[in-house]
C-alpha cells in the first residue's frame, strides 16, 4: 500500500471496507472510467457492484438494513471511488445526502418507509436546492408550495440536479410561506419536501418534468438535470420533518456533511493525480534519464504529494468532528477549501508533467483536469466557504475590549 492519505486509528471493520472498496476500484472503475465518460455513459454495471457492497445504505442504521457506518468511513470510501472516477462518488453523495437527512430530520414513518429500501439502493435519493437564478444566495428561492386541502402545490424550477434523471426520490426546498407571517426571514419560510418520481426524462409524474441531461464539461456519466415543478401535488406527509419552515436548516445540515464528501472526492481525484505523474515521471526519458531524476520533477512531485496528504489529513479531521456529535462547519469548510484547491493544483502539476501527452484523451490525466473545476463550485464555492471560515473564527475568537 502506498505510503500517502494514510488514516491511523481503523477499527478492522473499517479497514475491511476500505480494502474492499479500493478492489472494486482497481479492477472494477479505472479500467473503464474514461472509456465510459468519454462516451457519457452512465456506469450501470458499476452502480450494480456498489449496491452488492452494500454501499447506498453505508451510513444508514443497521435497523432499517444499513450499515451503521460512520461518516469518516464514509468519506474514506468516497476518496477511493473518487480516486477511480469522480462521476461515480457522485452518484452516491446526493443518495448519501437524502438517507442523512432522512435520519436526522425525518419522521418515524419516512424512516420507515424510504430508508430500508434506500439501504438497498432500490430507491435512490437526489437533492436540490439550486435555481437558474440563484447561485449561492439560498434565501432568494421562488419556488414555492402553497397549501391547498390536504396536499401543497409546487411551483417553480431547480437546477443542477445530480441524478435528477436516475433518482426516484428527490429532496427539494422550497418556500413556503403558509404559517409564516410577511416579514419572516426567508430562511425560516423555506420548507423540504420528500417527492417520489419514476427514473428517467420528460414527465416523471403529473406536474414534475426533468427536461433531459445538461451537457457539461467533465463530471460526465451522471446525470446533472434541472427539475420543474408545474402544479405538483404533494401530500403534507411528505414534508420532511411533518412541519413547515425547516427546510433551510435540514438541507444546511445535510449540505454540511456534503462537503466532507466533496472534500474527500478532492482528495481521492488528487491522489490519483500524483499517481499518474510519478509513475510517467518514471518512464519519459529526457536528456539521457528519467524525468523524474530532473530536480525540477521532483519539486513538483514533493509539493503534489505534500498537499495530498494535507488535504486528507483535514477532511479525515472534519469527518471525526461530526462523528463526535460536536459543530463541525468550520472543520468540513476548510477541508472542502484546501481539498479542491489543491485537487486543482496537483492535477495541473501532473498535466505538465505529462508535457504534450497530458492534452491526449488516450491519457488519464486529460479526464482528471476536466472533472476537477467541479469541486471548485459543488457544494458551494471557495468564496462561500471562506466566508462561513471566517465568521466561525470571529465566534472562537471574539476580542474582548
Known amino acids: 500500500m502506498a505510503r500517502l492519505a494514510q488514516t491511523h486509528g481503523l477499527t478492522d471493520v473499517q479497514q475491511e471496507i ?65 480516486r477511480g472516477w469522480m462521476s461515480v462518488s457522485g452518484i452516491i453523495n446526493t443518495h448519501f445526502i437524502v438517507a442523512y437527512m432522512l435520519k436526522q430530520h425525518g419522521t418515524q414513518e419516512q424512516k420507515d418507509h424510504f430508508l430500508p429500501k434506500m439501504a ?128 433551510f436548516y435540514q438541507m444546511m445540515d ?35 534519464k528519467q524525468i523524474a531524476q530532473h530536480q525540477a520533477i521532483q519539486f513538483k512531485l514533493a509539493e503534489m504529494a505534500t498537499k495530498v496528504e494535507a488535504a486528507h489529513a483535514m477532511m479525515v479531521n472534519a469527518a471525526r468532528k461530526k462523528d463526535s456529535g460536536e459543530r463541525n462547519d468550520l472543520e468540513a469548510g476548510m477541508a472542502k477549501y484546501l481539498a479542491s484547491e489543491y485537487c486543482k493544483e496537483v492535477v495541473e502539476d501532473a498535466f505538465r508533467i505529462h508535457g504534450g501527452y497530458g492534452f491526449s484523451k488516450e491519457y488519464e490525466i486529460e479526464r482528471l483536469y476536466r472533472e476537477a473545476p467541479m469541486l471548485l463550485i459543488g457544494e458551494g464555492t471557495a468564496e462561500i466557504q471562506k466566508m462561513i471560515i471566517g465568521r466561525r473564527l470571529l465566534e472562537e475568537y471574539r476580542f474582548q475590549g
Not at 452494500?54 to 468511513?73: A, C, H, K, N, Q
Not at 432568494?140 to 437546477?159: E, F, H, P, R
Not at 414527465?203 to 408545474?230: F, H, S
Open 254 to 288: 445535510g449540505v454540511e456533511v456534503g462537503r466532507v464528501n466533496v472534500a474527500a472526492r478532492g482528495c481521492g481525484v488528487a491522489q490519483r493525480a500524483f499517481e499518474l505523474g510519478v509513475q510517467y515521471a518514471q518512464q519519459r526519458h529526457t536528456f539521457g
Open 120 to 247: 438497498l439502493g432500490e430507491i435512490r435519493g437526489a437533492f436540490s436546492m439550486s435555481e437558474p437564478a440563484l447561485g449561492s444566495d439560498v434565501s432568494a428561492i421562488t419556488s414555492k408550495a402553497v397549501k391547498d386541502g390536504d396536499d401543497y402545490v409546487l411551483n417553480g424550477q431547480k437546477m443542477w440536479l445530480t441524478n435528477g434523471g436516475t433518482s426516484t426520490l428527490v429532496a427539494v426546498l422550497v418556500r413556503s410561506d403558509e404559517g409564516h407571517p410577511e416579514g419572516t426571514p426567508p430562511h425560516k419560510s423555506m420548507t423540504t419536501f420528500l417527492i417520489e418520481k419514476e427514473p428517467g426524462f420528460g414527465e416523471v409524474r403529473p406536474g414534475l418534468t426533468i427536461p433531459g441531461k445538461i451537457d457539461k464539461m467533465g463530471y460526465k456519466g451522471v446525470d446533472t438535470t434541472e427539475l420543474i415543478m408545474d402544479g405538483l401535488r404533494i401530500p403534507a406527509n411528505r414534508v420532511l420533518g411533518g412541519a413547515t419552515g425547516r427546510g
Open 18 to 82: 476500505l480494502s474492499t472498496v479500493r478492489d472494486f476500484v482497481d479492477k472494477e472503475i479505472i479500467p473503464v472510467a474514461t472509456e465510459l465518460e468519454h462516451r457519457d455513459e452512465y456506469p450501470q454495471a458499476i452502480v450494480d457492484g456498489l449496491k452488492e457492497l452494500g454501499l447506498f445504505g453505508l451510513m444508514i442504521p443497521e435497523e432499517y438494513g444499513g450499515l451503521g457506518e460512520s461518516l469518516l468511513t464514509y468519506a474514506l470510501c468516497v476518496e477511493e471511488i473518487a
